[in-house]
Structure formats: C-alpha cells, structure tokens
C-alpha cells in the first residue's frame, strides 16, 4: 500500500495561474479531505468529501474546488492563484468503519509570487 | 462547536529531560481527542487517540496522553525525550460517531530538543 500520495511535491506559480493539486489513496477510504498549514496556524479545512459525487466546504473554501469522480482521487484545483495561497497543502483519508483516524499524504509546498 | 487550545507555541527541552505539552478543548459534548506529530517536511502522523474508556492513553514512540474530562485537557507526555523527538505536535478534536468525523486542529507546539 501506497497510502495517501501527493503530486506535486513542491510548486511556484505566478499570481492568476492556475493548477490542480493531485491526492490519491489506495486504502479504499470514503473520507478524503484537504487542509493547508499556515506557520502558527495550525491545519485548516478547506474541502471534504465522503464519498464518490459528494464534496463540502471546509473554513477557508474561498479560491479552491474539488471533485471526487472516483474513490481514490481527490484533485484540489487553484482556479487563479494569489499569494495568500501560498501555503503547504495535506491530503488526508479515512474510512468509514475508523472515521476518526485520518491518514496524511507527504504534503505539496506551493509558493505563489 | 469544538475548539482545540494548544498553550505553548515552542517548548524546547534537554535531552533525556521529561516533556509535557500541553491541550485544552471545548466541547458541550463528548469528543474523540488525538495527538498528531509532523517531522520537519514531512505529513501529520497518528501518535495515540482518545475514544472512550481509561484515561490514560499510550501511543508510539514511548508518548501517553491523560483525558482529564473536568478540566477539559489532553496532555501529551514523555518521561524522556530524543533529540528524534524534535517535531511539531498538533492536538486534535472531533466528535464521536453521528456528528462530523472532522477534526479540529490546535494551532501546534514545536518541541525542540536540545543535546
């Protein structure tokens, strides 16, 4: 098992780009969700999804969507970046029988200029 | 709605010194509590979890956290830390099964360990 992976790991964009953040899990997990860690500010929600077809707003959705077409993947995208999205971005999976233990991916370290 | 106090930004600590860090919660019902460790560049990683039963939690690398229900904490404690140990720490909250399996984050607490 893979686990949770995350492509890329390290990204600089230009301010109005736009890109996709890729998350894939191979533990069959319904759960999957995308956070950002700002220093001093912990993990903040952005998107959730518990299943195929259903995806939720996190804390700080504003700037990004998500879709969840298949089980396993779980793309973030960027619609036209700002600086303010520079940040390091986690995946995280978990299944419904265990739903409060989540499982990370490495993160994606994204630098807006 | 939940929320997660971590009160301490950086703890730095001697080798073979004991560590507490410390979390307070608030919740007007019961939660499932965790702590997370994130070494430097790498993802969040389970440490120990608090579901129900004895308070007293024991997870890897030698780490235990107490429920304390009265006074709304979750510390984390080792009686002897590494200089492995150097980390960020984050202390987490959600609710049982039937509400939002989403956890709530504290801010985190960086524990530096000195040789």
């Known amino acids: 098992n893979a686990g949770v992976t995350q492509t890329p790991k390290f990204q600089v964009l230009k301010t109005g780009q736009s890109m996709t953040l890729q998350c894939a899990q191979d533990m069959n997990h319904e759960y999957m969700s995308w956070y950002r860690q700002d220093p001093g500010m912990g993990l903040r929600l952005i998107h959730y999804?518990?299943?195929?077809?259903?995806?939720d707003q996190g804390e700080v959705p504003n700037g990004y969507n998500v879709s969840r077409s298949t089980t396993e993947d779980f793309p973030l995208r960027l619609l036209s970046a700002a600086p303010s999205q520079t940040s390091v971005y986690f995946c995280a999976s978990s299944s419904r029988i265990q739903e409060e233990t989540q499982y990370f991916g490495p993160g994606t370290r994204l630098l807006v200029l | 709605a939940q929320s997660v106090t971590q009160l301490d930004s950086q703890v730095p600590v001697f080798e073979e010194a004991p560590v507490e860090l410390r979390c307070n919660y608030s919740?007007?019902?019961?939660?499932?509590l965790f702590w997370y460790v994130q070494y430097p560049n790498q993802g969040l990683q389970l440490l120990l979890k608090?579901?129900?039963?004895?308070?007293l939690v024991k997870g890897i690398n030698g780490f235990e956290a107490e429920f304390n229900k009265s006074q709304t904490s979750f510390h984390l404690r080792k009686p002897s830390v590494h200089i492995s140990d150097t980390a960020e720490y984050f202390c987490?909250?959600?609710?049982?099964?039937?509400?939002?399996?989403?956890?709530?984050f504290g801010r985190g607490t960086s524990l530096i360990v000195h040789p």
């Open positions: 999804s518990v299943g195929a077809g259903i995806t």
């Open positions: 987490a909250v959600s609710y049982p099964p039937g509400g939002s399996y989403i956890p709530t």
């Open positions: 608090y579901l129900s039963g004895s308070t």
């Open positions: 919740s007007s019902v019961s939660v499932y």
